[in-house]
């Protein structure tokens, strides 16, 4: 067996430290609208904790990415849709995290340039959430699910985890004769 490249300077898994589910006090750093390919327009928002034992979370884990600088991500992100699952209708996280960001922040109104979140405080409340990873496993991280006001973030409720169903066996159908052959399935 060859060495693989990078070997020495790779973080074993389950050596990097993981942020628990809670309420902490956040700073925004970054913000970008964009939209999805159907046009639905969103708000890509780099945070960091800004205060207590986790301050720096963030920023300490991208210094400690050994990847190359090409490879290294900020993964303190929160992507929130401005509309709601109704077109016309204003989606209550980003009305939530508006107001939030207004209460947090002395004097500040927000008018619809996202620019001017940056550098703003925010409470921001993580939940954990299940994923299936690469390996066909059930994972768990802990991502950003509502926001509050800055001085709200610790006392908030920790949201239920969000569960995925186990696997099951896959269902069989019968297989019968059908004179609903034109169907696309």
């Not at 809670?22 to 969103?42: D, H, N, P, R």
């Not at 207590?52 to 303190?76: A, H, I, L, M, V």
């Not at 006392?155 to 609903?180: L, Q």
Request: glycine letters at 8%; aromatic letters at 14%.
């Amino acid at each position: 067996m060859e060495k693989p490249a990078g070997y020495d300077e790779a973080q074993s898994f389950g050596e990097f430290e993981t942020l628990p589910a809670g309420g902490y006090k956040c700073l925004i750093k970054k913000v970008v609208c964009e939209k999805t390919q159907a046009g639905k327009e969103f708000l890509k928002i780099g945070f960091d904790i800004a205060e207590g034992e986790y301050k720096d979370f963030y920023q300490k884990k991208f210094d400690n990415d050994t990847r190359s600088p090409e490879e290294r991500k900020w993964s303190g992100i929160w992507t929130v849709f401005t509309e709601g699952y109704n077109p016309g209708t204003t989606n209550p996280k980003f009305k939530g995290l508006i107001t939030s960001v207004e209460a947090s922040n002395t004097n500040f109104k927000f008018d619809f340039d996202e620019q001017k979140l940056v550098n703003k405080k925010i409470g921001l409340v993580f939940r954990e959430e299940d994923f299936e990873g690469q390996d066909g496993q059930i994972h768990t991280s802990v991502r950003p699910f509502f926001a509050v006001s800055y001085d709200k973030a610790e006392e908030a409720k920790i949201p239920n985890p969000k569960k995925i169903a186990d696997k099951g066996e896959a269902y069989e159908f019968e297989t019968t004769a059908s004179n609903n052959d034109d169907l696309p399935f």
